[in-house]
């Protein structure tokens, strides 16, 4: 209550009732009005501004982390693992006709041109395409973006390397200068945008801007178009430039967890190296304690009282008695909290709690619970690196293997279909791979499922499977083979051609008159 509420309180406390009730009516939202245990977050401002206010530091905090603390590390590989996988995100071309059925020729040769390609994508050489995937989406999510650019057809001091000229020149957010804006250009956070907040240019470092000796000022700049740059951002808001690291909201959960893993630690060294001490009991009377041994030149002489196993210690003065240091560490509730500490963990930055602490204590229900649940998370991020990366990657390569004449695109090809393509990301993995296998076997023969669907959830291409099917069936029938592997063997394999009667011997053909009868 103000001052003026409880003046009408005193005067006419039912007035000041009616006041409070139809104040407290007026408040809709309770967790709008500050209180003691509660401070008013009044901080409103717009994405960019606080974007640009911490997300180099951010930025720094979640490199250190990554370089210094294993758990941190072992989560972005998680994270990189699922969304990416061994094999990078695969693409599996389907160009079609004008009839809309797919044009497996110019299919064919664009996965071909694509294999050759993917050994050197880049400016540098070091990188096939799948690692340069993984090594893009960790900068993402550690650092909240990287970026990319295309560069086409002669360069100078460029060899492609491919037969398609094409590659990639890839950097980290720091190329990019978060603090350099120009409102007269529409400059904000390094990014030129036009009046309907669509990115035109980029301003770009032309060399590490962290090196020694590096000038930044606007001379190091170089600007790079919008449609040859390729940014890969964590965006949690609307009109939002930059892109924030995965940690931002758990760096302070997994810094105290840390320290405290560390100071625990120490402690059970300090537990583990037994010490000791000699504890002396004061006396009323000072001249009548007794004094330790000194030598000639009154100095006072050391007591060895080392600890060897089975000792007996019968040199302590009187009064003295030795006691232990004891720090009871390991602390028996650590486990525990360390793990409550790690869900809440797991949860901000979106990874699987089982995989980050290799706790895989639960049941096959509870851990396929979490795999599904959890799974939804890596699809999500998949798809953003997918619309941000790959698809504009695939869609570059099909048009300028066209024009280069590598691959050429068909007359028969309809328009506009020749880049579209599946992209596949990695699949939910099998918890528990006989029951997963009879699951998928009762609904493709229930029809509630096809062969492909259940090939391509176990991250395989199904027209190679049925390639390497078709010529191993085909292969084990020249060698006379038969496998239950083979469906047909297992309904029942066709029966063996009856073998030869053994021949007569000479006694069977002098008891018939010399010669056998012929068979019917």
């Known amino acids: 209550m103000n001052i003026v509420d409880r003046v009408i309180a005193w005067q006419n406390p039912l007035a000041g009732l009616r006041r409070a009730q139809a104040r407290r009516a007026l408040a809709h939202y309770e967790g709008a009005k500050p209180t003691k245990q509660r401070q008013r977050r009044a901080d409103n401002s717009s994405p960019d501004a606080l974007v640009g206010a911490g997300a180099t530091a951010l930025r720094a905090h ?69 690692l340069a995937q993984r090594l893009l989406a960790y900068t993402w999510l550690r650092d909240g973006e990287a970026f990319a650019q295309e560069l086409i057809g002669p360069v100078p001091f460029l060899d492609h390397g491919t037969q398609v000229p094409y590659s990639l020149e890839l950097f980290e957010p720091d190329f990019v200068p978060l603090d350099y804006d120009d409102a007269s250009k529409g400059i904000r956070q390094g990014i030129q945008c036009n009046a309907w907040g669509k990115a035109t240019n980029y301003l770009v470092y032309k060399s590490d801007p962290r090196d020694a000796f590096t000038f930044r000022d606007v001379g190091s700049l170089k600007t790079i178009s919008a449609d040859r740059m390729l940014h890969v951002a964590t965006l949690d808001r609307l009109h939002q430039r930059r892109g924030v690291s995965e940690f931002a909201s758990v760096i302070t959960r997994i810094e105290d967890l840390k320290d405290y893993e560390e100071s625990e630690r120490i402690a059970a060294k300090v537990a583990a190296s037994l010490t000791a001490y000699v504890k002396r009991n004061e006396y009323a009377n000072p001249d009548t304690a007794p004094s330790a041994a000194v030598d000639a030149d009154g100095n006072v002489v050391p007591r060895d009282l080392r600890m060897q196993p089975g000792m007996i210690l019968d040199s302590l003065l009187v009064g003295e008695e030795v006691g232990m240091i004891d720090s009871n560490r390991p602390n028996p509730n650590l486990i525990a909290w360390r793990a409550g500490q790690l869900r809440a963990f797991a949860s ?137 592997s083979n469906a047909a063997n297992a309904a029942g394999a066709p029966a063996a051609p009856p073998a030869a009667p053994p021949p007569k011997d000479d006694e069977d053909d002098d008891e018939d008159g010399g010669k056998a009868p012929a068979e019917p």
């Open 62 to 130: 979640a490199r250190f982390l990554e370089r210094n603390h294993d758990l941190s590390r072992g989560t972005l590989r998680v994270l990189v693992n699922n969304v990416i996988g061994p094999n990078g995100i695969g693409i599996e071309p389907q160009p079609r006709r004008a009839d809309g059925t797919i044009h497996e020729e110019y299919a064919r040769a664009l996965r071909e041109a694509y294999r050759n390609w993917q050994k050197h994508p880049e400016v540098t050489g070091r990188y096939t395409w799948s």
């Open 348 to 484: 901000g930055v979106g990874a699987s709690y089982s995989s980050i602490s290799r706790d895989y204590s639960g049941t096959y229900s509870g851990q396929r619970q979490e795999l599904v649940e959890q799974w939804v998370h890596y699809a999500v991020l998949t798809e953003e690196f997918v619309g941000m990366v790959m698809q504009p990657v695939w869609q570059r390569f099909v048009q300028i293997s066209a024009l280069s004449g590598a691959v050429p695109r068909p007359a028969d090809v309809a328009l506009g279909t020749e880049d579209d393509a599946l992209y596949i990301g990695q699949s939910m993995p099998w918890i528990d791979p006989v029951k997963e296998a009879v699951a998928w076997e009762k609904l493709v023969l229930a029809g509630f499922a096809s062969e492909v669907e259940v090939i391509r959830r176990r991250g395989g291409n199904p027209r190679d499977v049925i390639e390497q099917v078709d010529s191993w069936r085909k292969d084990a029938a020249k060698r006379a083979l038969t496998f239950s």
